[in-house]
């Protein structure tokens, strides 16, 4: 089973290359801010409670997180792998993760991490953002300071895998084809 953890800042281009990577190897994409979107227009419990900590551009909490993620693994029992975009987020998460993968017999193969400059980053996003209606991308401020939770709390998931070997860092600056190549690439390497 093939396991990926996509990572990167907002605006890395991780819900572009997912779709890539799913059709490549026909991975199940598993997108936390996809499923917490789903759950807010849809004013659930949940959604509403996410949307209390997103509009802010702080993280939801790790409890609600885990047991969401792990509620959408289980619906896909025949998985050839999953590709996890915007989890784990933190170590702890990361841990949880690999507890819960173990039960299942399986482990995260690779981490994958975009890396991009954070001034392309906010363009990206403010372009995203007159595209999408997401009001998380049409402020600045807020655009900023989701970059800058994403270094000063998530990134240390990186050290995580990087201390399993799992972690590489690829160039997310390029075309899309380009950043895919270089994906792919390390998924190549990676399986021999």
């Known amino acids: 089973m093939l396991n990926i953890v996509l990572f990167g800042p907002p605006g890395a281009g991780k819900g572009t290359q997912s779709a890539n990577l799913v059709n490549k190897y026909q991975l199940v994409h ?4 996809d ?12 959604g509403q409670l996410a949307k209390s900590y997103m ?3 702080n993280l939801v909490p790790d409890e609600v997180t ?3 993620l792990e509620a959408e693994v289980e619906k896909y029992t025949d998985a050839k792998g999953f590709i996890f975009d915007g989890f784990p987020r933190t170590t702890a998460q990361a841990q949880a993760l690999d507890a819960f993968l173990e039960k299942k017999e399986t482990v995260i193969s690779l981490m994958l991490a975009l890396e991009v400059g954070e001034d392309e980053l ?7 953002g007159q595209d999408s209606g997401r009001a998380d991308d049409t402020d600045e401020s807020i ?3 989701r970059i800058n939770v994403y ?4 990134a240390v ?4 895998y990087n201390a399993q070997g799992k972690y590489h860092a690829i160039n997310g600056v390029g075309t899309v084809e380009e950043i895919f190549g270089r994906l792919s690439s390390i998924i190549g390497e990676a399986s021999q």
């Open 35 to 46: 499923i917490f979107r789903f759950n807010i227009k849809n004013e659930t419990a949940l």
């Open 151 to 154: 270094n000063e709390q998530t």
């Open 143 to 145: 655009i900023r300071n």
């Open 157 to 160: 998931a990186a050290e995580f």
């Open 55 to 57: 509009d802010k551009g």
């Open 66 to 68: 885990i047991n969401m």
């Open 122 to 128: 906010v363009k990206r996003l403010l372009i995203r």
């Open 30 to 33: 598993l997108s936390t801010g």
